[in-house]
C-alpha cells in the first residue's frame, strides 16, 4: 500500500485530482488527432515533405509565441486561461470534424488548422506548467509532474491505437469528433478546482518582464543547459512523429493501424518510465537520467530506421518511448525546482518553446531528408547526433551538479521571502 501511495501521493490534493481526472480522455482525443489528421495528410498528398509542413505549422506559433503566453501566465489567472484555451482547441476540433465528414478538406485547410491549434497551445502550455504547483505545492511537484506525463503516454498507449481502427473503418473525421467531445471532461474539472495556491502575480511592464525572465536563464548555468538538452531532443526527435506514417506505410507495409500500433508501443515505454519516475522522492540523480535517455534514444532511433521487420520495430519503440519521457519529465520537474515562484511561468514559456521550438524545424528538415536521402539515413543521422550530444552532457554533470545546488537553496530562500512579504501585505491590508 505504501508503495502505491508513494507512486500517486500527488494525488491526496483534491484539485490536483479534479485536474488529473479531468485531463484523461482529453489526452486520449489529443493523440487519436493527432494520428488523424498526419495520416489524412497522407492520404491526400502521398509527400514526406507535407507530413513536415503541417506539423511546422502547428509548433510554429509555439516558437515564435510562446514566452508572450508565458508573460499572461505570470500576470492572470492560470485557470481562466485554461478554461479559454481548452474552449477554442474543442471548437477547433468540432470545426475540423465537421469539415471532414460533411465537406471536402484541403491540405491548405489542414495546415491552417493545425497553425490554430498551435496558436492556441502558445498560451496553453506555460499556463499549464505553472498551474500544477498552485495544486499541489512543492513537496510533491516532481510527483505531480510524472504523473501528469504518466497520463499523457498512458493515453498515448490508447489514442494512437483506437484512431488508426477508426481511421480504417469509418474516416479521419469521427477521430476529430472524438477530440472535441473529449475536452468536456477538462473543462469540468477545471471548473471543479477552488482555493489553489496561488503565485503573487507579475506587474510592471511586460517587455521588461520577457528580458527579466530570459536574463535569469541566459545567467544560469543548469538552466541552460537543460533547455539546450530538451531543444536538442526536440529537434532530433521531431522525425520520429513526422516520418510515422511514411515507416508505417513505406517500409513496414502497413496501413492507419500500423502506425497506430507502433505509437502506442512507443507510449508503453513512455508510461513504464513515467511510472519508475514516480517512485522518486527527490531530484537527485535526475541529471543522469537525462543523459542516459539521450544516448539510449540515439541507438535506438539508428536501429528503428533501418528496420523493416514489423515485430523489430515495435519492440524499438519500447525504449524510445521511455528515452523520450524520461529526459521530458526529468527536464521538466528541474527545471522548475530552479525557479522563483514569480518568474515560474515565464521560465516555463521557454521551456515550452524548446520542447515545441525545435519540432518545427526538425519537421521541415526530417521531410526534405527523408525525400532526399531517405527514410533509415534520416532516422540514423538524428540518432548520432543525440548521441553525441548526449556524450557531452555527461562530461559536464559534475558542473552541473555544484551550479544547481547553489541555485536551488538561493531559490528557496527567494521563495520564501517573497511568501513572508505576502503574509505582512495581507497583515497591513
Sequence with gaps: ??????MFRALKHQNYRYFFTGQIFSLIGM??????????????????????????????PVLCL?????????????????????????FLAAALAV????????????????????????????????????????????????LNSSLINGARLIGPAVAGMIVDWVGEGWCFAANSASYIGVLLGLIAIHNTKKAIPTSGNPIHNLKEGFNFIIHSFPLTILLFMLGSLSLLASAQVVMMPAVAKEILHGQANTMGYLMSMSGIGALVGALLLALKK???????????????????????????????????????????????????????????????????????????????????LSGL?????????????AGLCMIIIGTIFCFLLRRYRILAS????????????????RRVGDTLG
Design 1 to 6: 500500500m505504501k508503495f502505491i501511495n508513494d
Design 31 to 60: 493523440w487519436m488527432q493527432s494520428l488523424a489528421l498526419s495520416w489524412l495528410i497522407f492520404r491526400l498528398t502521398g509527400s514526406h515533405q507535407a507530413l513536415g509542413l503541417v506539423n511546422f505549422c502547428n509548433q510554429l
Design 282 to 364: 527527490s531530484i537527485h540523480g535526475m541529471e543522469k537520467l537525462i543523459a542516459f535517455c539521450m544516448i539510449l534514444c540515439g541507438v535506438c532511433f539508428i536501429l528503428f530506421g533501418n528496420s523493416t521487420n514489423l515485430t523489430w520495430s515495435l519492440i524499438l519503440m519500447l525504449p524510445v518511448g521511455f528515452s523520450i519521457m524520461g529526459q521530458m519529465a526529468s527536464s521538466n520537474t528541474l527545471v522548475q525546482s530552479l525557479v522563483p515562484d514569480q518568474m515560474r511561468g515565464r521560465i516555463m514559456s521557454f521551456h515550452a518553446m524548446m520542447f515545441m521550438g525545435g519540432a518545427p524545424i526538425g519537421a521541415l
Design 406 to 421: 547553489r541555485q536551488i537553496s538561493l531559490t528557496e530562500r527567494i521563495n520564501a521571502l517573497q511568501m513572508s512579504n
Design 99 to 146: 469539415l471532414t465528414l460533411y465537406g471536402h478538406p484541403q491540405v491548405w485547410h489542414l495546415y491552417l488548422f493545425a497553425f490554430g491549434f498551435g496558436l492556441t497551445q502558445a498560451f496553453d502550455m506555460p499556463a499549464r506548467q505553472a498551474f500544477v504547483v498552485e495544486l499541489v505545492g512543492k513537496e510533491d511537484l516532481p510527483n505531480a509532474i510524472v
Design 369 to 381: 531528408s527523408a525525400d532526399k536521402l531517405g527514410i533509415p539515413a534520416t532516422f540514423s543521422i
Design 66 to 90: 510562446v514566452v508572450f503566453g508565458g508573460i499572461v501566465a505570470d500576470r492572470c489567472d492560470k485557470k481562466a486561461i485554461l478554461l479559454r484555451t481548452q474552449s477554442t482547441c474543442m
